[in-house]
């Protein structure tokens, strides 16, 4: 007999028990780690990809990342000198806000700055995020990198992407089978904030604009039992 496909009810109880199991296992985690390693560092993450926080992850397969609740996070850490889990730990707290994460290792802490300093990903923008230089696609035939490229190490887009070049606001129109602009076409100006048919297009033409860097904000030290603020990457590079 097929099973039934009406919908089940699922009871809230339910669900907020397992929220309450995956914080207490992320509070937990986090405590059992900063009793095994020597350093434990809060990072921010720009550009957020799941793909290159796996890399991460693969480097630093001797160490442990937690990313989840922020509040959560720092409350097992401690978020006063009294209920803090190891002294100096609450001073990490003022650092867990946004899009970040903790990283548990007993690697030197000037290899693992080092790392992130050197570390970063290009990929294509989302919407919501701001462009980071103009974009101009010049009149005439539209190749498929959209002008980055001399005409002769490129070639026409084809022509049965016209229509959705339309869909997506491109002016364009079909001449003797060849997608033709009348004139230039800017995708984005540098700081605009991009919508979905803008990103749409840069992806198109191959034009990257995010980048994926995961910032080091501060650290404690098991041995010092003090917290030590971090760089930011430019800082680090100049």
Same mark, same amino acid.
């Given at each position: 007999?097929?099973?039934?496909?009406?919908?089940?009810?699922?009871?809230?109880?339910?669900?907020?028990?397992?929220?309450?199991?995956?914080? =207490?296992?992320?509070?937990?985690?986090?405590?059992?780690?900063?009793? =095994?390693?020597?350093?434990?560092?809060?990072?921010?993450?720009?550009?957020?990809?799941?793909?290159?926080?796996?890399?991460?992850?693969?480097?630093?397969?001797?160490?442990?990342?937690?990313?989840?609740?922020?509040?959560?996070?720092?409350?097992?850490?401690?978020?006063?000198?009294?209920?803090?889990?190891?002294?100096?730990?609450?001073?990490?707290?003022?650092?867990?806000?946004?899009?970040?994460?903790?990283?548990?290792?007993?690697?030197?802490?000037?290899?693992?700055?080092?790392?992130?300093?050197?570390?970063?990903?290009?990929?294509?923008?989302?919407?919501?995020?701001?462009?980071?230089?103009?974009?101009?696609?010049?009149?005439?035939?539209?190749?498929?990198?959209?002008?980055?490229?001399?005409?002769?190490?490129?070639?026409?887009?084809?022509?049965?992407?016209?229509?959705?070049?339309?869909?997506?606001?491109?002016?364009?129109?079909?001449?003797?089978?060849?997608?033709?602009?009348?004139?230039?076409?800017?995708?984005?100006?540098?700081? =605009?904030?991009?919508?979905?048919?803008?990103?749409?297009?840069?992806?198109?033409?191959?034009?990257?604009?995010?980048?994926?860097?995961?910032?080091?904000?501060?650290?404690?030290?098991?041995?010092? =039992?003090?917290?030590?603020?971090?760089?930011?990457?430019?800082?680090?590079?100049?």
């Amino acid at each position: 007999m097929p099973k039934s496909k009406r919908a089940k009810v699922v009871h809230l109880s339910k669900v907020e028990k397992k929220g309450k199991e995956l914080s =207490q296992k992320l509070f937990d985690g986090v405590r059992e780690a900063a009793d =095994q390693y020597q350093y434990i560092f809060v990072f921010s993450v720009e550009n957020m990809r799941n793909t290159y926080l796996k890399n991460v992850r693969a480097e630093f397969s001797d160490s442990r990342i937690f990313f989840g609740k922020t509040k959560v996070m720092a409350k097992s850490l401690g978020s006063s000198p009294e209920d803090e889990y190891l002294p100096n730990l609450s001073q990490l707290t003022p650092h867990i806000t946004g899009n970040v994460g903790l990283l548990f290792t007993s690697r030197a802490p000037s290899d693992v700055i080092q790392y992130f300093a050197d570390f970063s990903e290009v990929d294509y923008a989302r919407a919501g995020v701001s462009a980071t230089r103009t974009f101009t696609i010049p009149e005439g035939v539209v190749y498929s990198r959209g002008g980055e490229v001399p005409v002769e190490d490129d070639e026409p887009l084809s022509h049965s992407l016209e229509v959705t070049l339309r869909k997506w606001d491109m002016p364009v129109r079909l001449v003797k089978g060849k997608v033709v602009l009348d004139g230039d076409y800017t995708v984005c100006k540098e700081g =605009q904030e991009l919508n979905s048919h803008q990103t749409a297009l840069l992806k198109m033409f191959g034009v990257a604009m995010a980048e994926f860097r995961v910032d080091l904000k501060a650290y404690w030290s098991a041995a010092s =039992q003090e917290v030590t603020e971090v760089a930011s990457n430019e800082e680090v590079e100049e």
